[in-house]
């Protein structure tokens, strides 16, 4: 089973590329206290407001929603 | 045997939908500037000469309705979607000009520069630069935007001297009210001007922005608008100079504003497949 964040970085890198998205959950876990590799399905409702946050001005929020769900399902 | 090419369809950004809808636009944007140098080589009738600066005309008018049509289907509500009307808008305010262009040059025979023609095309500038506005801006969160901002500035000031030194100095600016009248001399240093400071510049500031993105397919559009962008601006600047310095129009300057507005409408495009959920 692949870590958060490399699900996270999967599902959107090809929007944002492997850096932007990799920033994103560096982002994610600073703000909550963690290093992105200490990430866990507990801490997914920070990460998607955070993730919400950040694409919303770039990306449509259904594309958004898309990303999510993905990333919650691990594919 | 059918999971691979359901996969790859699905995997597919850009539908067979849009090419098709793109090679339209590039067939009558290429019949167009066939036609442009037949109107140049004074090749065709007067019936014919009128129909094919109409069909010039209503291309731009295309171009606007593709645009705009890709912003409503994204949603006005979103942020993309405010973006992309800009820049509809701003074609739309070229199409408007082009218009007006046409009736007074070709049905009233009037010399239209200046004109009620010039407000419509400098209002492209507004629009995009707007557009552009919001589309750096809604990137700071993810990418830095100021070393990109002050980039293009610099580039900015930079070409603003050279078309001071070309084309300001030693021609518009001598010319003055007297050759010019003075709504001439506003919008002859506007243009290039403009095509500098509300084109070039704020999309060399975008393009450092999304280059960070990487290959990144939310900046696929933005790239094709760039492009636009430039074609836009080496056409204003060509067709100012090529005037000015007497080394005469062509049929080629002539086209790169369809060029170039054809090039925003395969942005939008392309920005329908992009935000496209999968």
């Excluded at chain 1, 090809?14 to 920033?23: L, N, Q, R, S």
């Excluded at chain 2, 996969?7 to 066939?34: C, D, E, M, R, W």
């Excluded at chain 2, 006005?76 to 408007?96: C, D, E, M, N, Y």
């Amino acid at each position: 089973m692949a870590t958060l964040r490399e699900r996270v970085i999967t599902a959107l890198s090809p929007y944002v590329g492997a850096t932007v998205a990799d920033t994103c959950v560096r982002g994610t876990a600073l703000s909550i206290g963690k290093t992105a590799d200490e990430l866990t399905d507990a801490d997914l409702p920070a990460l998607e407001s955070n993730v919400r946050r950040l694409l919303s001005p770039v990306a449509p929020s259904g594309v958004i929603d898309d990303l999510l769900a993905q990333i919650e399902r691990g594919n | 045997m059918a999971a691979p090419t359901t996969t790859a369809q699905k995997n597919s950004v850009i539908t067979p939908a849009t090419y098709i809808s793109a090679g339209v636009l590039i067939g009558l944007t290429a019949l167009y500037g066939f036609l442009s140098t037949q109107m140049y080589a004074d090749a065709l009738s007067d019936t014919a000469y009128a129909m094919s600066y109409w069909f010039g005309t209503l291309l731009q008018v295309l171009f606007a309705v593709v645009i705009i049509a890709v912003a409503l289907r994204i949603g006005l509500s979103q942020g993309v979607g405010k973006q992309w009307l800009l820049v509809g808008l701003g074609v739309a305010a070229f199409a408007i000009g082009d218009i007006i262009w046409t009736v007074l040059e070709l049905h009233m025979g009037l010399d239209p520069y200046p004109s009620l023609a010039d407000p419509f095309y400098v209002l492209q500038y507004v629009f995009f630069i707007a557009a552009m506005a919001l589309a750096i801006r809604s990137y700071s969160h993810l990418t830095p935007v100021r070393a990109p901002l002050i980039t293009a500035g610099v580039v900015g000031l930079i070409l603003g001297g050279v078309v001071y030194a070309l084309l300001l100095g030693p021609h518009i600016f001598p010319a003055g009210t007297a050759e010019l009248g003075f709504w001439g001399l506003v919008v002859s240093t506007l243009y290039p001007l403009g095509d500098v400071f509300f084109m070039l510049a704020p999309a060399l500031a975008l393009a450092l922005v999304i280059r960070q993105l990487g290959a990144g397919r939310l900046g696929w559009p933005w790239w094709v608008v760039i492009i636009g962008a430039l074609i836009y601006a080496l056409t204003d600047a060509g067709y100012s100079f090529a005037d000015w310095s007497g080394s005469g129009l062509t049929a080629t300057l002539e086209m790169g504003w369809a060029a170039a507005n054809l090039t925003f409408a395969l942005a939008a495009l392309v920005a329908r497949d992009v935000y496209r959920i999968r």
